[in-house]
């Protein structure tokens, strides 16, 4: 065979070996005490959902190189200490209830992804930590609706509103509840131990009711016995019944007295144990008053920063929005003065620069006119000549006249030789303001080439 083809044939087997064992390398085992979460490029579940990862538990799976990646999980029960203190009862009673959790990752299927997506990473401390914060939370919330006795005498009713409580909430995290041991319940006020003292005393003065009722029956049935006895005895000897009998009656006598005493002592006794009954009884109801009169405490705070903390805010919610209100006000105000000033301001400029160059257009005029005020001013009114004449005329223009009767003989009537039509026509021209009488009410002299007005002056 060519040693070429041997070489190539060698380096295909290697590289073949190479990818066997590498894909070989990528399929993992699960142990029994661990769940392994694959993650990257997963499938979805049977119901056609989305998953972020998958999860194995007992099992194998092939690992996809580059589009996928995997960590293991352990299922080793995990410990937790929680010493709840001062937690509030419904009787508002503080309580202690130091107790002791076993708790570890569960293996149901959606309880499996919750763990997957919530504790994949996390050290162990840090597990302890978060189930720690749920517990305290239920614990709190489970002694808030059972009384104190209820959680005292009847535990089994406590642990299972415990675990129901706990459990449901630590399975949002992927966690399940193996175990709940409480080891002791306390309280501040010393109610739980005063009601230990009461059912102590209580069994006591059961015990001693008990004995003393064995005693009693005891002395009337051997008392009885012997009456039968010496009655037997008696009837055969009428005088030893006699002597009995008198020896009865002394017996009895002692026997009363006795009794007496032992009745008298008793009666002490349970007096004493009423008091001290009394003296827990009154030490609990002090201590509940306390719990009581606290509580008001913290309600009076609780109404004090819900009414008058709550008023000074909106108080000073009202006054922020009242001071804004007055700035947008003045705001508004000094933009309307601005846009006032600024257009009083152009119509100021406007009237100014019109003046400006009127002033250099008579400036010009005068200049044109070689430096004479009155020529420049002749050249002015001989501008406007038409406009003034046009003036005049307008003024007598729409004077309606329905019918004007002279009668004119033609003679010469008047002085200066005018006949009385030529005089009518005269007046009514007159009747327009001459031009010099125009010129002087604007300060004014009519220029001397439109005629000088003759001044009659009376000797």
Same mark, same amino acid.
């Given at each position: 065979?060519?040693?070429?083809?041997?070489?190539?044939?060698?380096?295909?087997?290697?590289?073949?070996?190479?990818?066997?064992?590498?894909?070989?390398?990528?399929?993992?085992?699960?142990?029994?005490?661990?769940?392994?979460?694959?993650?990257?490029?997963?499938?979805?579940?049977?119901?056609?959902?989305?998953?972020?990862? @998958?999860?194995?538990?007992?099992?194998?799976?092939?690992?996809?190189?580059?589009?996928?990646?995997?960590?293991?999980?352990?299922?080793?029960?995990?410990?937790?200490?929680?010493?709840?203190?001062?937690?509030?009862?419904?009787? +508002?009673?503080?309580?202690?209830?130091?107790?002791?959790?076993?708790?570890?990752?569960?293996?149901?299927?959606?309880?499996?992804?919750?763990?997957?997506?919530? *504790?994949?990473?996390?050290?162990?401390?840090?597990?302890?930590?978060?189930?720690?914060?749920?517990?305290?939370?239920?614990?709190?919330?489970?002694?808030? #609706?059972?009384?104190?006795?209820?959680? +005292?005498?009847?535990?089994?009713?406590?642990?299972?509103?415990?675990?129901?409580?706990?459990?449901?909430?630590?399975?949002?995290?992927?966690?399940?509840?193996?175990?709940?041991?409480?080891?002791?319940?306390?309280?501040?006020?010393?109610?739980?131990?005063?009601?230990?003292?009461?059912?102590?005393?209580?069994?006591?003065?059961?015990?001693?009711?008990?004995?003393?009722?064995?005693?009693?029956?005891?002395?009337?049935?051997?008392?009885?016995?012997?009456?039968?006895?010496?009655?037997?005895?008696?009837?055969?000897?009428?005088?030893?019944?006699?002597?009995?009998?008198?020896?009865?009656?002394?017996?009895?006598?002692?026997?009363?007295?006795?009794?007496?005493?032992?009745?008298?002592? *008793?009666?002490?006794?349970?007096?004493?144990? $009423?008091?001290?009954?009394?003296?827990?009884?009154?030490?609990?109801?002090?201590?509940?008053?306390?719990?009581? #009169?606290?509580?008001?405490?913290?309600?009076?705070?609780?109404?004090?920063?819900?009414?008058?903390?709550?008023?000074?805010?909106?108080?000073?919610?009202?006054?922020?929005?009242?001071?804004? @209100?007055?700035?947008?006000?003045?705001?508004?105000?000094?933009?309307?003065?601005?846009?006032?000033? $600024?257009?009083?301001?152009?119509?100021?400029?406007?009237?100014?620069?019109?003046?400006?160059?009127?002033?250099?257009?008579?400036?010009?005029?005068?200049?044109?006119?070689?430096?004479?005020?009155?020529?420049?001013?002749?050249?002015?009114?001989?501008?406007?000549?038409?406009? *003034?004449?046009?003036?005049?005329?307008?003024?007598?223009?729409?004077?309606?006249?329905?019918?004007? #009767?002279?009668?004119?003989?033609?003679?010469?009537?008047?002085?200066?030789?005018?006949?009385?039509?030529?005089?009518? *026509?005269?007046?009514?021209?007159?009747?327009?303001?001459?031009?010099?009488?125009?010129?002087?009410?604007?300060?004014?002299?009519?220029?001397?080439?439109?005629?000088?007005?003759? #001044?009659?002056?009376?000797?």
């Amino acid at each position: 065979m060519d040693p070429n083809a041997i070489i190539l044939i060698s380096v295909f087997a290697i590289i073949a070996f190479a990818l066997f064992m590498g894909i070989l390398s990528r399929y993992r085992k699960c142990p029994s005490d661990k769940i392994l979460v694959i993650y990257g490029k997963v499938k979805a579940d049977k119901s056609g959902q989305a998953r972020s990862a @998958k999860c194995v538990h007992g099992g194998a799976s092939f690992i996809m190189p580059i589009f996928q990646a995997y960590q293991y999980m352990d299922l080793t029960p995990i410990s937790i200490t929680v010493d709840l203190r001062s937690a509030l009862s419904k009787q +508002n009673i503080r309580v202690d209830v130091p107790c002791r959790f076993m708790v570890g990752i569960s293996t149901e299927p959606g309880v499996m992804q919750n763990a997957a997506e919530r *504790l994949l990473g996390l050290r162990l401390n840090e597990i302890q930590d978060l189930a720690k914060d749920i517990i305290l939370g239920q614990l709190r919330l489970v002694i808030a #609706t059972m009384e104190i006795e209820e959680i +005292n005498t009847d535990r089994d009713k406590f642990l299972l509103a415990v675990s129901n409580n706990v459990e449901i909430e630590l399975k949002k995290i992927g966690l399940r509840l193996i175990n709940v041991n409480v080891t002791d319940i306390s309280d501040e006020s010393g109610y739980i131990e005063a009601l230990g003292k009461e059912a102590a005393a209580k069994a006591i003065n059961d015990a001693k009711k008990s004995v003393a009722e064995k005693d009693r029956d005891g002395e009337i049935g051997q008392a009885e016995a012997v009456r039968d006895q010496r009655i037997q005895v008696a009837s055969a000897d009428a005088i030893a019944v006699q002597g009995e009998n008198n020896a009865k009656i002394e017996i009895a006598k002692s026997d009363s007295n006795r009794r007496e005493r032992e009745a008298e002592a *008793l009666k002490l006794a349970m007096a004493a144990e $009423a008091v001290q009954a009394a003296k827990a009884k009154e030490e609990a109801y002090a201590a509940q008053r306390m719990a009581e #009169t606290a509580r008001a405490e913290r309600d009076r705070a609780t109404q004090h920063a819900n009414i008058v903390v709550k008023a000074e805010i909106e108080k000073k919610q009202a006054e922020i929005d009242a001071e804004a @209100k007055a700035e947008v006000i003045r705001r508004h105000a000094k933009g309307e003065a601005d846009a006032i000033f $600024a257009k009083l301001d152009a119509q100021a400029r406007g009237s100014k620069e019109i003046l400006v160059k009127q002033a250099e257009g008579i400036r010009e005029l005068v200049a044109a006119a070689g430096g004479d005020a009155d020529s420049a001013v002749k050249l002015l009114i001989a501008d406007k000549l038409e406009e *003034l004449t046009r003036i005049q005329v307008e003024a007598i223009k729409n004077i309606k006249i329905d019918k004007v #009767t002279v009668w004119d003989s033609g003679s010469n009537s008047s002085t200066d030789g005018k006949t009385a039509t030529s005089d009518f *026509l005269s007046g009514l021209m007159k009747s327009v303001p001459p031009l010099g009488d125009v010129f002087r009410q604007a300060g004014m002299d009519l220029p001397k080439f439109l005629g000088e007005e003759i #001044t009659t002056v009376d000797n």
